[in-house]
């Protein structure tokens, strides 16, 4: 096998539910995840009728691939079928990306780091190394995680631009793909369908050509893309997320912390001792993503999120 280099390390889970609740001493439905920015429920559409008429076939392949959900995927996000290209969640375009455009001996730019880890794998397993020195791409993630920021767009190019919370902004850069931007966005955050691993990637329409030639035949289910159609025909409305997320804030405040102003379905908490507090909440059964100096909190319910808080006050 080729060598990985020096400093690749791969992506790595938080723990299971199954093992938070061990640790807590509680049943695992009673552990809430604050640390996968996923609504707290599926989408009303994720029903057996759902998926009845995909799961009739699965016995045989997608002849002719996928033209339904290009054309949702189109009117939904005003291009053209032919500038879609899909894949199993936003993280199998992002290697996509990387290994077409980049390979040993190249570099590869990350925009605003610290931010998704996924971005700068996918430079290291196509071969090449991550600098800001000559880019051959550069990525960018924007809403960005894990701050929530919406932060300015690289004037690099080609740039590949990470929208995965792009319904909870509703800022987008697709007015700039014939300007060398590629855009990649996921039905795992607010279309609720994380399980079901489908993403989808907008370009100008010789790069969708060149990108799909390069992509795995079939990347995604039959499944998911029955899932996904469903979605679009009633696409989420996240407004009551976003004024938990602003009433969640405010909480946090008043504990006399200073989430940042966000743009997505999360707050990012500067913290000092973001380690400690991370493990108390783990045996509270409540999962938050720590970082070094910072906690990032999903956006629940009220009743969910007032029970972080309330643990989180009693950890302080």
Avoid at 62 to 74: D, F, R, V
Avoid at 142 to 164: F, I, M, S, Y
Avoid at 204 to 231: D, I, K, N, Y
Wanted: charged letters at 20%; aromatic letters at 6%.
């Amino acid at each position: 096998m080729r060598k990985l280099p020096d400093a690749y390390e791969p992506y790595t889970w938080a723990i299971s539910t199954a093992e938070a609740a061990r640790i807590a001493g509680i049943p695992p439905g009673e552990v809430l995840r604050f640390d996968g920015n996923v609504p707290h429920r599926p989408p009303p559409t994720a029903l057996p009728e759902t998926v009845a008429a995909a799961l009739a076939e699965i016995n045989t392949y997608t002849h002719g691939g996928y033209p339904l959900i290009h054309e949702a995927i189109a009117d939904y996000t005003g291009v053209a079928p032919d500038q879609v290209v899909l894949g199993a969640g936003a993280d199998d375009l992002i290697l996509l990306c990387a290994r077409a455009f980049a390979g040993p001996g190249d570099r590869v730019a990350v925009a605003d780091e610290p931010t998704y880890p996924m971005l700068r794998l996918g430079a290291w397993l196509a071969g090449a190394d991550v600098g800001d020195d000559d880019p051959v791409l550069t990525f960018c993630c924007r809403p960005h995680n894990p701050t929530g920021a919406l932060v300015e767009l690289p004037a690099a190019r080609p740039l590949v631009v990470d929208e995965a919370y792009f319904e909870y902004a509703g800022e987008t850069a697709t007015e700039l793909l014939d300007d060398g931007v590629i855009v990649i966005r996921t039905f795992s955050k607010a279309f609720g369908l994380a399980s079901a691993r489908v993403g989808y990637l907008l370009a100008e329409r010789r790069t969708a050509a060149a990108l799909s030639e390069r992509q795995a035949p079939g990347p995604v289910s039959t499944l998911s893309v029955a899932l996904a159609l469903a979605g679009l025909a009633e696409p989420p409305d996240v407004r009551s997320t976003l004024e938990e997320r602003d009433r969640l804030a405010e909480r946090l405040r008043a504990l006399g912390l200073e989430p940042l102003p966000s743009w997505a379905n999360f707050v990012y908490v500067p913290l000092p001792e973001a380690g400690r507090v991370t493990a108390a909440l783990v045996e509270r059964g409540l999962l938050v993503r720590g970082y070094a100096d910072a906690v990032r909190i999903t956006v629940r319910d009220a009743a969910g999120d007032d029970r972080l808080v309330d643990a989180l006050a009693g950890v302080l």
